[in-house]
């Protein structure tokens, strides 16, 4: 899974990515201002923790998500074709919104989250309105030329694109359904691309309250109830000092303000409910590992995340829920304790399901 990491200038965009990451930015692999930084990011999970504890493992391997980091947004940016090049191939998009005060730190007028959420959405749109008039040309050059079946479907849903955008309403919002998903994929637009919206708040001794309620006081909510839009809060500044600290201290830091968890952990976890994603654990004294498969996957396809072999001769999966190995102790207590399920092909994988794939490769 690869995220966008966007927003306007000076909001905190790299910020995010540094600390997510854990990058150094100062090296000379990110020497070119103009070009994006890309990293990856450890998927937080104390659930997978935990089961490292009980099977004391060779290798801990928690789920990953890759980040690109890119410059400032704005209609300029959008006209360059390496800039959207960036963009285009990520699953989702993090908006980076400053609702932080810093007299030092310039922002185009007040602070007003909504305002630059309707401001970056409204660029994303034109730009793909952009696009999608220039397809249309194109279109009604070849249409005069031979009419195809697959030309004309291609026409008529560019142009209930057209008048979608022309609403101003992002292409998220779109009903696509059947062959019109596949056939919009290729354009990769901007904004069909979830998007997840980051206030980057204040620091304050009441920060744990303040993120809880950040979505609500300025008034993001509607916008991140809509379809394929998620919000939620971060502190960069206090996030940035986290990162720098041993888990202990780390711990001891969050509870100082109030908090059960960084921030961070949170963005994660709300990106992938936003895409629909879950994880499942194999456990074992070599390896313990996060996967993540879209939610609803069944058993057969979600072996074949782990290896394409197990897929193809899938015979059963055993499982059990990682709370209930936990309280088992083992794999064995929890066989005699009947706890440990046979599961065919079909079943539907449940996040936080531990999966041992019995196969026939
Ligand atoms: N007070 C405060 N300052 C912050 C916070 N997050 C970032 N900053 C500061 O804001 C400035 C810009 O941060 P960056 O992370 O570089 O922002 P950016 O969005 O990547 O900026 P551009 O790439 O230039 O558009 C830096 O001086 C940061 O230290 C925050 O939560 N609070
Ligand atoms: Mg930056």
Not at 101 to 108: S, T
Not at 269 to 276: A, N, V
Request: aromatic content about 6%; hydrophobic content about 40%; glycine content about 6%.
């Amino acid at each position: 899974m690869k995220t966008g990491i966007i927003g306007l200038p000076q909001v905190g965009k790299t910020s995010l990515f540094k600390i997510l990451t854990k990058a150094d930015i100062s090296s000379p692999s990110f020497a070119n201002p103009r070009e994006a930084h890309l990293g990856v990011a450890k998927v937080p999970d104390d659930r997978l923790d935990r089961l490292a504890q009980l099977y004391n493992p060779k290798k801990l391997i928690h789920a990953s998500v890759d980040y690109v980091d890119v410059a400032a947004i704005g209609q300029e940016a959008l006209k360059e074709t390496a800039f959207t090049a960036n963009l285009r191939t990520v699953d989702a998009l993090a908006h980076v919104v400053r609702a932080f005060d810093d007299p030092a730190i310039p922002h185009v007028g007040e602070v007003n989250p909504l305002r630059d959420i309707k401001s970056v959405d409204f660029d994303l749109i034109l730009s793909d309105l952009g696009q999608v008039e220039k397809r249309l040309e194109r279109l009604e050059k070849d249409l005069k030329k031979m009419r195809t079946a697959e030309l004309e479907r291609e026409n008529d849903l560019l142009l209930r694109a057209k008048a979608h955008l022309e609403t101003e309403r992002p292409l998220r919002e779109m009903e696509i359904a059947g062959d019109d998903e596949k056939r919009i994929r290729g354009f990769m637009f901007l904004s069909q691309k979830p998007i997840l919206y980051v206030l980057n708040v204040n620091e304050s001794t009441s920060l744990g309250d303040d993120l809880e309620n950040a979505v609500q006081k300025y008034n993001v909510a509607e916008s991140a109830s809509r379809k394929n839009a998620g919000a939620t809060a971060i502190c960069g500044k206090v996030e940035a000092e986290l990162a720098e600290m041993s888990d202990e201290e780390a711990q001891e830091f969050l509870s100082s303000y109030g908090l059960k968890e960084s921030g961070l952990t949170r963005l994660i976890r709300k990106s992938y409910e936003l895409l629909g994603l879950i994880s499942f654990f194999t456990v074992g004294e070599d390896e313990c590992r996060a996967w993540t498969v879209p939610r609803s996957s069944r058993a057969q396809s979600a072996a074949g995340a782990i290896h394409s072999d197990l897929e193809k001769h899938f015979i059963r999966a055993e499982t059990i829920h990682w709370d209930k190995l936990l309280e088992a102790g083992s794999e064995a207590n929890a066989r005699a304790k009947g706890t440990l399920r046979l599961e065919g092909k079909e079943y539907i994988v449940q996040d936080g399901d531990v999966l041992h794939i019995r196969h026939s490769g």
